[in-house]
């Protein structure tokens, strides 16, 4: 075990009723680029759990570790449609396989590939997404609220979605 520092949202009552965000762009009007406010965490244990992967279920722990054999390299993830055609279909196939699922829809998903000058700004638009830099669970919540629209507006036209079990994953 190591210990670390990590930054995580500060415990802001507004987050109760409004969303953190950071925009991408600046706005044209006058409006702030950023609601968040951070706080680091000092000492926050970090076990590697390499040798360990067995021992975690989604039952028991709420998460898993799932080894994926891929058949892109590490270029082929530069080229959207392979990562969709191949990679997310891969992924999609162990999901439902661990799942003992019918079928698995990927909503979104985010290649990030590290710039050289990370975490320093170089000021210009960078190609990927960066690592993060802020400790996050995903868009679970987000997920949740966006097919629970899908399903009220699209669901009388869509039988197969009615009556039948459905399960969002992270």
Not at 13 to 21: D, G, I, M, V
Request: glycine share 6%; no cysteine; charged share 30%.
């Amino acid at each position: 075990m190591i210990k670390s520092s990590i930054r995580f949202l500060s415990r802001d009552h507004r987050y109760s009723s409004e969303k953190p965000y950071t925009l991408r762009f600046t706005p044209n009007i006058q409006f702030p680029r950023s609601n968040i406010e951070t706080e680091n965490r000092n000492d926050v244990a970090i076990d590697d759990i390499r040798g360990r992967e067995g021992d975690f279920t989604l039952e028991r722990n709420g998460f898993t570790i799932m080894p994926l054999e891929t058949k892109l390299s590490y270029d082929d993830f530069d080229d959207e449609t392979k990562v969709v055609d191949i990679y997310l279909r891969e992924v999609a196939d162990e999901v439902r396989n661990l799942l003992g699922a019918k079928k698995v829809q990927i909503l979104e998903h985010i290649v990030r590939k590290r710039h050289p000058d990370f975490p320093i700004s170089t000021g210009e638009k960078y190609k990927y997404n960066q690592p993060t830099t802020l400790a996050h669970i995903g868009s679970i919540l987000a997920l949740g609220l966006y097919a629970r629209a899908m399903k009220a507006d699209l669901g009388h036209k869509i039988p197969r979605l009615n009556g039948q079990r459905e399960s969002l994953k992270n």
